[in-house]
């Protein structure tokens, strides 16, 4: 019989799911310091309105399936971003700002290999209502702070603008497909590309220096100031970089800003301040987002926006590679019972669950010393063995399988 998994999903140990379920509790918590709310979207949206706000590229690797009410296709969720904007069309009231968070799975189809899952798990927030960069900043200080809360401090937000190649497209005059055969080539970094790709257009020298020099274009605020000084055609481009940066600057995190104007990002909705999030060391990214002004219009309404989401996957990875994930032992107390009744058992495991620990009994006969290793194999942090000598109110508490406490039970019940 086969009971293998399909190659581009993965199972996640005990273990390992506390670990991801403890990085997103502490990073929800963050974004509920920030006054973020927690919204529960569908795994399922009909395919022709999840798309409306997707490139074709996302549309194509969605799963898709049909309604059985309704013959409609749907498609398993591709992007949160594009849910919420249609989740907010459809509000009949919308009062802003808005400040929504959500966790969850989206699902995109890549080649099998490797890191390739179909499911990545993400949480991530997503602030409606405001066009002034002072929200793309809150967006961008609230990545910040949850790493930092996660025991993360060793990344870069690398920053870009993408009204610069928005801008690029009107003045070069491109269409639609030369207008991606440019963001390809750019996002490949290929400067003997670009120079051939601009060598015909009816520009003059300065912008066409500008334009070939874009993948080189990385560095701190100092770049940024420089480029405006040589480049005044996109003074007011440039200004927004300068004014983000001042304002992450009173928030105490302008140390942590790259600015990479050679890194187009993945989908086309973004119209302005977008960012990536990378970890020293990780090869891949944790994190980006961006604004989207225009997106929320493709539904219903014409409102601004910027969001960001972290690839939770990743993020793990990093902190279980790094040996960030403290709490390992992610039970408090195993009750072994050697008396025949397991009177004490049940009234202690009762009181302490009633004080909010987690406790664990065990019920299979075995020896006391298997007993134990099956405690601390299993990540509990103590073990509670009774009946191990004629008075059964006397109890051993044991830190390992060989460090205990003998007290009595109305002792340790007056401690915890």
Same mark, same amino acid.
């Given at each position: ?10 199972? *996640? ?38 798309? $409306? ?10 799963? @898709? ?11 398993? #969720? ?12 459809? +509000?009949?009231? /919308?009062?802003?700002? /808005? ?27 997503? +602030? ?6 002072? &929200? ?26 993408? #009204?610069?190649?928005?801008?690029? $497209?009107?003045?070069?005059? +491109?269409?639609?497909?030369? %207008? ?11 400067? *003997? ?14 912008? &066409? ?23 005044? +055609? ?32 993945? *989908?086309? %909705? ?34 601004? &926006?910027?969001? *960001? !989401? ?15 994930? @403290? ?17 004490? !058992? ?6 302490? #669950? ?24 299993? #990540?509990?942090?103590? &073990?509670? !063995? ?31």
């Amino acid at each position: 019989m086969n009971i293998d998994i399909p190659s581009g999903t993965r199972t *996640f140990s005990r273990v390992e799911t506390f670990q991801i379920n403890k990085i997103l509790k502490d990073i929800n918590r963050t974004f509920e310091l920030w006054a973020y709310e927690e919204i529960k979207l569908p795994y399922f949206e009909y395919l022709n309105v999840h798309s $409306k706000g997707l490139d074709e590229d996302v549309v194509g690797k969605s799963f @898709k399936l049909v309604d059985r009410s309704t013959g409609e296709i749907l498609c398993l #969720r591709a992007d949160f971003t594009a849910q919420i904007a249609r989740y907010f069309s459809s +509000l009949k009231r /919308k009062t802003l700002p /808005k400040r929504y968070y959500y966790t969850g799975t989206i699902f995109r189809y890549s080649q099998p290999k490797g890191e390739n899952l179909w499911e990545k798990l993400q949480t991530g927030i997503e +602030l409606i209502g405001s066009e002034r960069l002072e &929200a793309d900043a809150e967006v961008i200080a609230v990545a910040c702070h949850s790493l930092k809360n996660l025991g993360i401090d060793d990344f870069q937000i690398d920053i870009n603008n993408t #009204r610069l190649f928005s801008f690029l $497209k009107e003045y070069v005059d +491109l269409n639609e497909k030369d %207008y991606r055969l440019f963001m390809e080539i750019i996002k490949k970094r290929e400067i *003997f590309n670009l120079e051939k790709f601009i060598s015909n257009k009816n520009i003059d020298k300065e912008t &066409a220096e500008f334009i070939i020099n874009i993948p080189k274009f990385q560095g701190d605020i100092s770049l940024i100031k420089k480029l405006l000084k040589k480049y005044p +055609l996109f003074e007011d481009i440039f200004n927004q970089l300068l004014e983000i940066y001042r304002i992450l600057d009173e928030y105490g995190l302008s140390e942590k800003v790259v600015f990479d104007l050679g890194e187009p990002k993945e *989908f086309s %909705y973004y119209t302005g301040i977008v960012f990536e999030i990378f970890i020293k060391g990780f090869p891949r990214p944790v994190g980006q987002g961006g604004r989207y002004d225009t997106l929320i219009s493709k539904y219903n309404g014409d409102v601004p &926006a910027t969001g *960001f !989401a972290f690839d939770v996957f990743n993020i793990w990875e990093y902190m279980k590679d790094m040996d960030l994930i @403290k709490d390992k032992n992610f039970k408090d107390f195993f009750i072994i019972d050697l008396t025949p009744e397991k009177k004490y !058992a049940y009234k202690i495991g009762k009181i302490l #669950r009633e004080k909010g620990y987690t406790v664990g009994r065990d019920i299979i006969d075995r020896d006391l010393k298997s007993s134990l290793k099956f405690a601390f194999e299993n #990540r509990y942090k103590k &073990a509670i !063995a009774i009946g191990l000598d004629s008075s059964e109110k006397e109890i051993y508490i044991y830190s390992s399988k060989n460090e205990f406490e003998k007290i009595s039970i109305d002792q340790f019940l007056k401690k915890i």
